[in-house]
């Protein structure tokens, strides 16, 4: 199969970049691995963005939602309109196993099938590879990087891991829910990036002592009754029946090391591209979304990543007039 552009990843920073390709009259196809927008479906069940719903729209296709900033519901529902509505090409549940070729043209294999493309796009986000803690017991099904919603943690001792968003919103749902929750924060404060309207709400319900936090500490371990908790004051073991890890995510920087992209050599490993146009060191090969800010998962959201999809069409069209 031979496509003029290759999209890799079907978030919807992929199918804005598959709008703009079928505007330019380019053949394309969008590969993902898992459902559609598969990284909005993982969120929580009940999380609203931070954004308003127009600042959310892609190619230029209005997003309404009941209220100015939609939830989780309502972006897949957009999404998944828009993709039916204009008949994108998407190939679901099909995993890229690699890329190998050079700038005349590539060949990308999947786990059902080979392409040949003469451009590849790759905008696989970062939700996929949590962030460990490495520490003894993360292991233990007790524990989850993945909070979705919070009836389960209902009348249950619940730790949680962290301090921006996540971790706000699965201490305070599950405490709501009749949960017994602490958590365990690295530094002094509630994250400075926290929902301006919920950030009051944790803080104080930590004041008033209805959640228990350590600040300035660390999970050091986990048991299957009990977990250890590293504060400056030394270890506090704390009865436990479950771990929310609200730790982050990171991109797949083996696939794009295997691709043969260069990553930066500090620990933020940032992939090596062209602002201006999106394309890597790799000859026709670009990147499109969050993926562009390696371990700085916080550069890049969907409302300032979108025009990646017109930089990119814009040096492919340049390049095809030359």
């Not at 892609?58 to 997003?63: E, L, T």
């Not at 998407?90 to 059902?112: H, P």
């Not at 017994?180 to 319900?205: A, C, L, Q």
């Not at 620990?267 to 890597?280: A, I, R």
Request: hydrophobic letters at 40%.
């Amino acid at each position: 199969m031979k496509f003029d552009l290759i999209i890799i990843g079907g978030g919807p920073i992929g199918l804005a970049c598959a709008l703009e390709a079928k505007k330019n009259k380019l053949d394309y196809c969008i590969l993902e691995k898992g459902c559609l927008v598969n990284s909005l479906y993982n969120y929580p069940y009940n999380m609203t963005f931070f954004s308003t719903s127009e600042r959310l729209e892609i190619g230029s296709i209005p997003f309404v939602s009941i209220s100015s900033k939609p939830t989780r519901n309502e972006a897949l529902e957009y999404y998944r309109r828009v993709t039916l509505s204009k008949q994108l090409n998407v190939q679901l549940q099909e995993q890229v196993l690699s890329i190998e070729g050079a700038g005349n043209g590539y060949q990308v294999k999947t786990s059902k099938a080979i392409y040949t493309t003469a451009n590849i796009i790759i905008a696989i986000g970062f939700y996929d590879l949590p962030v460990l803690m490495n520490i003894p017991g993360e292991n233990l099904p007790k524990v989850t990087h993945y909070y979705r919603e919070p009836h389960f943690y209902a009348m249950r001792k619940v730790v949680v891991v962290g301090a921006n968003n996540s971790a706000v919103d699965a201490a305070l749902e599950t405490y709501r829910k009749g949960a017994e929750v602490t958590m365990v924060i690295r530094g002094n404060e509630i994250g400075k990036r926290v929902k301006y309207w919920v950030k009051p709400d944790i803080e104080n319900r930590i004041a008033e002592g209805s959640i228990k936090a350590f600040f300035k500490s660390t999970l050091s371990a986990v048991y299957e009754d009990r977990v250890d908790i590293q504060t400056a004051d030394g270890i506090v073991t704390v009865p436990n029946n479950y771990v929310i890890a609200a730790t982050g995510f990171k991109p797949q920087f083996d696939f794009l090391r295997k691709a043969g992209i260069k990553l930066s050599d500090d620990e933020v490993l940032k992939p090596e591209y062209n602002p201006l146009t999106m394309e890597t060191n790799k000859k026709n090969i670009y990147l499109a979304g969050v993926v562009c800010g390696g371990m700085d998962t916080h550069t890049w959201f969907i409302e300032n990543s979108r025009e990646h999809a017109v930089l990119i069409m814009n040096d492919i069209a340049f390049k095809k007039a030359q």
